[in-house]
């Protein structure tokens, strides 16, 4: 397994225009999760999924973003309409569920830097 | 409301110097811990992690992080820095379990490293 892969590395973008990131997540993982980075921040939590559902979302996820994982496996995050304010590193993870008591850890992908111009 | 803070921003050890980098946070009952490292660019690698147990947990690359209870902090150590230390550090917590869903960061802590 090659680890969590994200797709494209860098986008630069005209603001208005619609954007598509995918991230690839290590096959065995049931649960995708996208968190936002600006510069100087922490990961700030977006949303994740356990399988195709979509089991929580952030307030920071406005109406222009949305995600989805249609067959479990890879997942889609798409601003439309993109402001200067979305420019951000995108960052993609994944993680087995299991019982309360387990914890299997989150893998990290390198991210999609986003910058909207 | 869950929250970690790293009070440090920026910090700038000499190498071979030793390191602590601060990490406290606020939650309802003993989260998870973490500590994730960023080179510039990149994505986040885990360091270290603290689930229950001994509270001195021992990570990779010569980290090493105490677990205090009383004192809601997990601070993160090295007793002698290298140059290839130079980035960025993120305390993180998440709640135990089964949502494990909302990981949740500290701002970071910038560590330069000078000769």
């Known amino acids: 397994d090659t680890g969590v892969s994200q797709d494209p590395r860098h986008k630069i973008t005209k603001r208005g225009q619609n954007v598509t990131f995918r991230c690839d997540p290590i096959?065995?993982?049931?649960?995708l999760y996208w968190y936002r980075q600006t510069l100087g921040q922490g990961p700030e939590f977006l949303t994740y999924?356990?399988?195709?559902?979509?089991?929580?979302k952030s307030r920071l996820l406005s109406d222009r973003f949305s995600a989805e994982r249609p067959k479990g496996s890879f997942s889609t995050l798409e601003i439309q309409r993109t402001e200067q304010g979305d420019s951000a590193m995108y960052l993609c993870a994944s993680s087995l569920s299991g019982p309360p008591t387990s914890f299997y850890g989150y893998t990290f992908g390198s991210g999609t830097r986003l910058t909207v111009v | 409301a869950q929250s970690v803070t790293q009070p440090d921003i920026h910090i700038t050890v000499s190498e071979g110097a030793s390191l602590e980098l601060r990490c406290n946070y606020s939650y309802g009952a003993t989260p998870y811990l973490f500590w994730y490292v960023q080179s510039p660019g990149q994505g986040l690698q885990l360091l270290l992690k603290y689930f229950s147990g001994d509270t001195l947990v021992q990570g990779i690359k010569g980290f090493e992080a105490e677990f205090k209870r009383s004192q809601s902090s997990f601070n993160l150590r090295k007793p002698s820095v290298h140059w290839s230390d130079a980035a960025e550090y993120f305390c993180?917590?998440?709640?135990?379990?089964?949502?494990?869903?909302?990981?949740?960061f500290g701002k970071g802590t910038k560590l330069s490293v000078k000769p």
């Open positions: 096959s065995e993982h049931n649960r």
């Open positions: 999924f356990q399988n195709e559902a979509q089991l929580e």
């Open positions: 993180a917590v998440v709640g135990r379990g089964g949502s494990q869903g909302n990981l949740i």
